[in-house]
Structure formats: C-alpha cells, structure tokens
C-alpha cells in the first residue's frame, strides 16, 4: 500500500515523467518572471524600510533620568513586625 497516491505524472520512483515537463513547459517562463517580481519588490521594501529607519536621529526624543533608588538596609525583611511573637493561643 503506497503512502503516497499515484499520480499519471510522476513514474514508479516519483521523478517528473515527459507528460509533466510538457504540461509545465507553458508556463515556466511566465512563472519565472512572476518570481522574480516578486523577489524584487520584497527585496525593495525591505531595502527602502532599512534606509528610511537609519535615517532617524531621535534628538528629540527626552531621556528620563535613572530613577532614585533608597539605600539599601542589610539584614532587615519588610515582612517582620518587630515585637509581635505568637506562642500558642
């Protein structure tokens, strides 16, 4: 039982057989030129997205100072009340 379908255009190992490269021989150069407009434009855009974001400065854009942080206190956790035991009820 074959995993994948037989197909009139492909022989017994799955190779392109004349019937195929004849039906495609049409539209190859169409689909080429389709490919390569395609390749051209993305590449395009993407050039043209480069370029236009290299160009800013932000000069104007305000950097906020580095916030002020408090001393730092060793050994004592925010957690502990000072003075409250609870020995039993």
Known sequence: ???IPRSSYYDKH??????????????????????AAIFTFTIGVYAFTIRAVS????????????????P???????NRSSGSTSIGA
């Open 1 to 3: 039982m074959p995993v």
């Open 55 to 70: 160009q800013d400065e932000f000069e104007d854009v305000k950097v906020p100072d580095a916030p002020v942080q408090p």
């Open 72 to 78: 730092h206190t060793p050994n004592v956790s925010p």
């Open 14 to 35: 799955y190779k392109q057989s004349a019937a195929l490269i004849r039906a495609r021989r049409p539209y190859l150069v169409k689909n080429l030129l389709t490919g």
